[in-house]
């Protein structure tokens, strides 16, 4: 399976940035889909950003224009660029991969332990 460590987060006043990172590790996988979905308290978890190992990538309409994906396919590493953070970007960010077992071929989605963003003055 795939094990994920997130880094980057922390608190910021409005307007500021923040770059949040994800490496994955593990073997016997391929994996696909790297992305970042965050949290808000008292909200459900919500899509921030994807990225395919072919380079698409999609936002929600929240954050397009502001937020920027990459990933390093070599490195199994995905980072997020967050620029002119608003107070409701604040919420805990879960790193997500979407990966294919190179034994079973099954499909499976593996979760980071979630990192705290807060934009707040």
């Known amino acids: 399976q795939v094990q994920l460590v997130e880094s980057g987060g922390g608190l910021v006043q409005p307007g500021g940035s923040l770059r949040l990172s994800c490496a994955a590790s593990?073997?016997?996988?391929?994996?696909?889909?790297m992305g970042w979905y965050r949290q808000a308290p008292g909200k459900q978890r919500e899509l921030a950003a994807t990225i395919t190992s072919g380079g698409s990538t999609n936002y929600a309409d929240s954050v397009k224009g502001r937020f920027t994906i990459s990933r390093d396919n070599a490195k199994n590493t995905v980072n997020l660029q967050m620029n002119s953070l608003k107070p409701e970007d604040t919420a805990v960010y879960y790193c997500?991969?979407?990966?294919?077992?190179?034994?079973?071929?099954?499909?499976?989605?593996?979760w980071g332990q979630g990192t705290q963003v807060t934009v707040s003055s």
């Open positions: 997500n991969v979407r990966a294919r077992d190179y034994d079973s071929w099954v499909d499976f989605a593996s």
């Open positions: 593990g073997s016997g996988f391929s994996i696909n889909v």
